[in-house]
């Protein structure tokens, strides 16, 4: 067994303290098998990084689709690289921090990034314990290994030296436990902060739970407050619909294969048309002119199974027609008052802090009535065929679930043993007869087959457990993406360590000494001898691991080739409508959560110094794709990241219990009482810390939600906040005498030993807003009036299942020249279907194209919109109420979640706005960027305001008098477009002051601002803001 040590680049096992004669090994080939993987892995990550680069701005939808994708909001674009330069992208990675990444995808996404900064620190520092005391402890052990095995643990065999490894396990376990207790103490506090912040806490979602195994009675909404209590609110039923969502399911299959049977007629007759053009010297030729034997020719045909041959278009929109009736007549049937079997149920209550409350309570006396509950689901998280599932048959499910997963990791240690056999081919080449003939073998070749091959068929043999465990769970059960996703990771980690780990390390060492255990039967003493000096040796397997995982695998998230040629492929072979080809170029590489966790947190102590470069190589592949490709399909809000942390102790545990097992054979009593004392501190340490910290890790304390000013608080948990110590509420007592201290500590030691970053509910939620100030809900912040208004009918559909509410998808085809689509879009209007060309079109060559620069003019990117935000009602209805005179400067088209408001002196009326006008522009994420003044009364607005995308200007405001309309205290107003402006706008703005006149100004333009407010409140929406 190979534990490579937890703190030496690759010890793990100890060899005995006896001097024995032994048996020299024959030829360590640990060298050449890490030079034989370095050179071609590192090799093929260049090349992979170099064609990354030629090729990148070629493939922006799948390099950088996060800098222009219309189906990415413009608050959530990472700013795109001002040049065209091969390597431009370098600089705004140097320029964007990690936290962006937490406002513009999500909270797991930073925690990702932090995650692999946290293992390559732990990394680094054990390295920095570890090297300068063990190697040489090692080195000079008086062992007679050679090359890297003569660093390792298994060359001590003086006894005594044993005591540095019980020391520095001591050390270094001890800074791991440190590291883990400090990151889930900071996690608390983020999550909370993150969960609390306005723009999540008024989402509908946040105060919904999820009830499962709902019964009949709680289906109902006279019984709604004598299950939920008084503060619920609404519920959703959710009731087994498997033939309406078969029915809307082929409905959505007939409408792709009539797309595609019409753009295969209108693609050849544009073919026909151009032909016939051509010989007739025309420009063009009209559908309508062709013959009908040439019309009959390119409409396509299709054999039913009764054999009969049928006009395939006309057939499909038939079908299509049919079966909207049979959705209507299931719809009909499915009353959500009238469940057929098991149900769920959705219920909302009136305030967080109640949803958090029932979420925790029980509801029925029935033992699996209402059980389990999951509170925060978005609409899009929900596995819907899963929510009906009666209890007993989901217990059985789930339990039928995980012995297939069991079975599965029991089964893959076939494979994973003979990889582990074959990465000590140059031992078993020396020991057993018929492997002789590998030793005429050159030693490069001995090193390529030990080490580059058998960590490429670990990479590979793990590769696809995560997908098979993932369909295992959805298959039986799962309800939500989300837990799916932590059954997956809690899984495959366990896969990882016995797999990959365990199993890998104890056949490759076994591999060894399977020889000699022969021999050294008739002396029974000197076998755990044997097994501490050779199964340390086992080690060089995951030293060329490490290397092909941090070379060619990071390369290889670079490059994403396997992305590349499939949307190669499928665009130019198979995509052939519209719609087809909108979905394949705005469809984005996801990440699962479940997947690249488990891979880090099992190998984050393991052969530091090759595992700190690697990781460091993974984490600029994943910070470069989290920035400009990635768009996270779940959210785990956190959890992932914790399960995480708690999982990089298995590492620690099974260091400590193989020392102790090494130390006992080589009878080394001191060094074994060191690690068994160690080893009962870890867990107790692990308990304690469990039981503490897992009631808030899972449930927000009823305190903070009650009171999301953070007012009763005190004093941080850990320590101070981030740029500058949050103020206690209650004065601390008067501190003791203390003595000085470096007035300054080298970064980034200071900021792990005595962190800025409080885990303090309150520092963390100013830590928030210091990124965007939306998440600030103190008094006056953009977000403090920011109110989710639903309209009855957005509540109505919230949770309801999407079969029960999607309407036919619309007909997209390309718009030819001959008039073909117009012929075919007629016809299909004549029956009752939706169809349109708006947006697509063929080229001259008969090729599909559609607007990549603006899918606006998509009509299935206007459906997704309405579906989504609801804003253009009204932005539209304020300025159409009481539309400003001809001067007002035109309103920008911006991005959904923008709003622009521009107004000129005759839209503000007071008595200071004459001869004034000012340009208001909100964005979401804002920093004051400049003010200006100019002197022109009378003048109208001036044409050359920049575009905020093009200069980068957040929020802008000029005056021509001066006054200073933008002082702290506008703070206090909030329009409808939740504008803000901070207080350092007055510096900015000071050459426009004078006087009295501008506290004047600010009264007047405070009452234009409520006016503004009430006008919006008067439209039908109160606000813009960002639905579920």
């Known amino acids: 067994m190979d534990i490579h040590s937890a703190f030496s680049p690759r010890e793990a096992f100890v060899e005995s303290s006896f001097s024995i004669v032994e048996k020299k090994p024959k030829g360590s080939a640990s060298l050449a098998a890490v030079v034989s993987a370095f050179v071609p892995t590192w090799a093929t990550g260049l090349l992979f990084v170099a064609i990354f680069v030629a090729i990148r701005h070629r493939y922006r939808n799948i390099y950088m689709p996060r800098t222009f994708m219309g189906t990415i909001p413009e608050k959530s674009r990472t700013p795109a690289p001002s040049g065209s330069a091969w390597f431009d992208w370098v600089r705004t990675m140097r320029d964007v921090p990690d936290k962006s990444v937490l406002y513009r995808q999500s909270l797991d996404s930073y ?176 559908y309508n002119d062709l013959s009908d034997d040439v019309k009959a020719s390119v409409r396509p045909n299709r054999h039913l199974k009764s054999g009969k041959k049928v006009d395939s278009i006309r057939w499909l929109r038939e079908q299509v027609k049919e079966t909207e009736s049979d959705i209507d007549e299931a719809r009909n049937a499915n009353e959500i008052g009238h469940p057929q079997g098991a149900a769920a149920v959705f219920v909302e209550f009136k305030t967080q802090a109640d949803a958090q409350g029932a979420s925790q309570q029980v509801a029925s006396a029935n033992l699996l009535a209402l059980t389990p509950r999951h509170t925060d689901i978005p609409p899009g998280d929900i596995i819907w065929k899963n929510l009906t599932i009666p209890p007993a048959r989901r217990a059985s499910q789930e339990g039928l679930a995980l012995a297939i997963v069991i079975a599965t ?342 900021r792990f030993f005595e962190p800025r970053i409080s885990t303090s509910y309150r520092a963390l939620k100013k830590w928030l807003a210091e990124g965007d100030p939306s998440y600030d809900d103190d008094d006056g912040g953009a977000a403090a009036a920011i109110a989710m208004d639903y309209s009855e009918e957005d509540l109505r559909r919230a949770y309801l299942n999407p079969a029960l509410t999607s309407p036919t998808p619309v007909l997209w085809l390309a718009k030819d020249r001959i008039g073909a689509t117009a012929n075919e879009i007629r016809e299909s209007e004549g029956k009752g279907l939706g169809a349109t060309d708006q947006g697509a079109w063929l080229d001259d060559r008969g090729r599909v194209r559609w607007s990549v620069d603006d899918v606006r003019e998509v009509p299935i990117w206007k459906e997704k919109v309405r579906a989504h935000n609801d804003f253009e009602g009204f932005r539209s209805s304020i300025f159409q109420r009481q539309r400003p005179p001809s001067t007002v400067y035109p309103i920008l088209e911006l991005h959904d979640i923008q709003a622009v408001f521009l107004a000129s002196r005759d839209f503000f009326h007071g008595e200071h706005a004459e001869g004034t006008w000012h340009s208001l522009v909100y964005w979401p994420r804002f920093r004051w960027a400049q003010g200006s003044c100019t002197k022109s009364p009378a003048a109208p607005p001036p044409k050359n305001i920049p575009h905020p995308i093009a200069s980068g200007v957040r929020v802008r405001a000029t005056s021509c008098t001066n006054v200073n309309p933008l002082g702290s205290r506008l703070r206090k107003y909030t329009l409808g477009f939740r504008l803000y402006v901070e207080r350092r706008a007055r510096a900015a703005t000071r050459p426009c002051r004078s006087g009295s006149s501008g506290r004047a100004a600010e009264a007047t333009l405070g009452a234009e601002c409520r006016r503004v407010c009430e006008l919006a409140k008067a439209s039908r929406k109160d606000a813009l803001q960002l639905g579920e």
């Open 111 to 286: 925690l990702f990034l932090r995650f692999l900064r946290t293992v390559i620190f732990i990394c680094l520092v054990g390295c920095a314990l570890t090297w300068p005391v063990l190697m040489p402890v090692n080195a000079t052990g008086g062992g007679t290994s050679t090359q890297l095995d003569s660093i390792g643990i298994g060359n001590v065999r003086d006894g005594r030296r044993l005591y540095a490894h019980a020391l520095v396990a001591w050390v270094f376990f001890g800074f791991v436990m440190f590291t883990v207790a400090r990151e889930r103490l900071w996690l608390v506090g983020l999550r909370q902060a993150w969960t609390l912040s306005k723009p999540n806490a008024h989402r509908l979602s946040s105060r919904t739970v999820l009830y499962l195994s709902a019964p009949r009675d709680a289906l109902e909404d006279a019984n709604m407050h004598r299950f939920f209590g008084d503060a619920a609110v609404r519920i959703w039923p959710a009731t087994k619909n498997e033939e309406l969502e078969a029915l809307v399911a082929a409905r959505n299959s007939k409408i792709e294969q009539l797309e595609s049977a019409e753009m295969a007629l209108i693609r050849k007759a544009d073919e026909k048309g151009r032909s016939a053009a051509k010989r007739s010297g025309a420009d063009t030729v009209n």
């Open 409 to 750: 990791i029991i089964f893959w240690s076939i494979p994973s043993a003979f990889v582990g056999l074959v990465s000590n081919i140059g031992y078993l080449a020396d020991n057993v007869k018929w492997l002789g003939f590998l030793k005429r073998l050159p030693q490069p070749v001995i090193g390529l087959l030990s080490g580059l091959l058998p960590p490429l068929a670990t990479s590979a043999l793990s590769k696809f457990v995560p997908n098979l465990f993932r369909y295992i769970f959805k298959s039986f059960g799962a309800p939500t993406t989300t837990a799916n996703e932590l059954k997956v990771q809690r899984w495959f980690y366990v896969f990882q360590v016995t797999q990959v780990f365990l199993v890998t390390a104890v056949f490759s060492g076994a591999a060894t000494v399977a020889s000699q255990l022969v021999d050294r039967l008739k002396d029974p003493t000197s076998v755990p001898t044997l097994l501490a000096r050779e199964l340390p040796k086992s080690s060089n397997f995951y030293l060329t691991y490490f290397i092909i995982q941090g070379t060619t695998s990071a390369a290889d998230n670079l490059l994403n080739y396997s992305d590349l040629l499939t949307y190669l492929a499928y665009d130019r072979l198979f995509d052939k409508t519209p719609r087809q080809k909108f979905n394949r170029f705005t469809s984005m590489k996801g990440i699962a959560w479940g997947k690249v966790f488990p891979k880090f947190a099992n190998f984050a102590i393991i052969v530091m110094g090759f595992a700190a470069i690697g990781l460091s190589l993974y984490y600029f592949s994943y910070r470069y794709n989290l920035l400009f490709v990635i768009q996270p399909k779940v959210d785990t809000k956190g959890q992932a990241y914790t399960l995480a942390l708690q999982q990089l102790l298995t590492g620690v545990y099974i260091a400590e219990l193989a020392l102790i097992g090494i130390f006992g054979l080589r009878k080394a009593t001191g060094p074994s009482v060191l690690l068994a004392v160690l080893f009962i501190g870890t867990i107790v340490y692990n308990a304690l810390m469990n039981k503490y910290l897992a009631p808030l890790e899972q449930y927000l304390p009823a305190e903070l939600v009650s009171d999301p000013n953070g007012n009763h608080e005190t004093t941080p948990l850990l320590s101070s906040a981030e740029e500058g110590q949050a103020p206690p509420a209650v004065a601390p007592p008067a501190p003791r005498r203390a003595r000085p201290r470096a007035p300054q500590v080298v970064d980034p030691i200071a």
